[in-house]
């Protein structure tokens, strides 16, 4: 299952939407959470029915919140929600990408960039989704990065080197599976491709 989650910090920016739109078409989430719209119901059913998720709940905004700039992020100001983590023991998950989630898009000697966008679960779902993966996406637009996440990603295939172990040699059979496979092609190859094949042959005989 993928999950993209994104404070996008209003849904009124053309940038926004575009790079959503993207990011919705090259990771196809099966759940999309986005948070600070600051938009209109009519606004969000329609991105809804354009992003084709039918199944969905809404939360109206309660009022606008209001942030003084220039004030870094203090640990004690996010205390409570540290004590809540400690007592449940969630677990971070870490993450792939960017060590920041978060800027106050300001320049040079102003710029304050933390990560403050974290996802936390228990150990029982740990153990339930072991090859978890959040990946921390480009921020456009906003000054928070979307976080996407997948409790099944597909498997690592990177190859695997192939050695040539010397005691093969003295194996009864060794001469009988390099000239079987060296010898073994199909039709319609050029010579490197041929060549290729009969390494892989080798290689998987031995």
Same mark, same amino acid.
């Given at each position: 299952?993928?999950?993209?989650?994104?404070?996008?910090?209003?849904?009124?920016?053309?940038?926004?939407?575009?790079?959503?739109?993207?990011?919705?078409?090259?990771?196809?989430?099966?759940? +999309?959470? %986005? !948070?600070?719209?600051? =938009?209109?119901?009519?606004?969000?059913?329609? $991105?809804?029915?354009?992003?084709?998720? #039918?199944?969905?709940?809404?939360?109206?905004?309660?009022?606008?919140?209001?942030?003084?700039?220039?004030?870094?992020?203090?640990?004690?100001?996010?205390?409570?929600?540290?004590?809540?983590?400690?007592?449940?023991?969630?677990?971070?998950?870490?993450?792939?990408?960017?060590?920041?989630?978060?800027?106050?898009?300001?320049?040079?000697?102003?710029?304050?960039?933390?990560?403050?966008?974290?996802?936390?679960?228990?150990?029982?779902?740990?153990?339930?989704?072991?090859? +978890?993966? %959040? !990946?921390?996406?480009? =921020?456009?637009?906003?000054?928070?990065?979307? $976080?996407?996440?997948?409790?099944?990603? #597909?498997?690592?295939?990177?190859?695997?080197?192939?050695?040539?172990?010397?005691?093969?040699?003295?194996?009864?059979?060794?001469?009988?599976?390099?000239?079987?496979?060296?010898?073994?092609?199909?039709?319609?190859?050029?010579?490197?491709?041929?060549?290729?094949?009969?390494?892989?042959?080798?290689?998987?005989?031995?």
């Amino acid at each position: 299952m993928k999950t993209l989650s994104w404070n996008c910090r209003g849904c009124g920016n053309a940038s926004t939407m575009r790079h959503l739109h993207d990011l919705i078409s090259v990771n196809n989430p099966d759940i +999309v959470f %986005l !948070s600070e719209t600051k =938009a209109s119901i009519t606004i969000i059913n329609s $991105l809804i029915h354009q992003f084709n998720y #039918p199944n969905h709940f809404i939360i109206p905004p309660v009022h606008l919140a209001r942030v003084l700039g220039g004030k870094p992020y203090e640990y004690n100001d996010g205390e409570p929600a540290y004590d809540i983590i400690n007592t449940q023991g969630f677990i971070d998950l870490g993450y792939k990408g960017y060590p920041y989630t978060w800027s106050n898009k300001k320049s040079a000697s102003d710029n304050i960039q933390k990560r403050v966008d974290i996802t936390q679960v228990n150990s029982e779902w740990l153990l339930l989704f072991p090859e +978890v993966v %959040l !990946s921390h996406k480009i =921020a456009i637009g906003s000054g928070h990065c979307p $976080l996407l996440f997948n409790s099944q990603p #597909p498997p690592h295939s990177s190859p695997v080197p192939f050695k040539f172990q010397s005691m093969w040699i003295n194996h009864q059979d060794y001469k009988s599976v390099v000239n079987n496979s060296w010898n073994t092609s199909s039709l319609n190859q050029t010579q490197l491709c041929f060549l290729l094949k009969t390494i892989w042959l080798l290689q998987k005989k031995l």
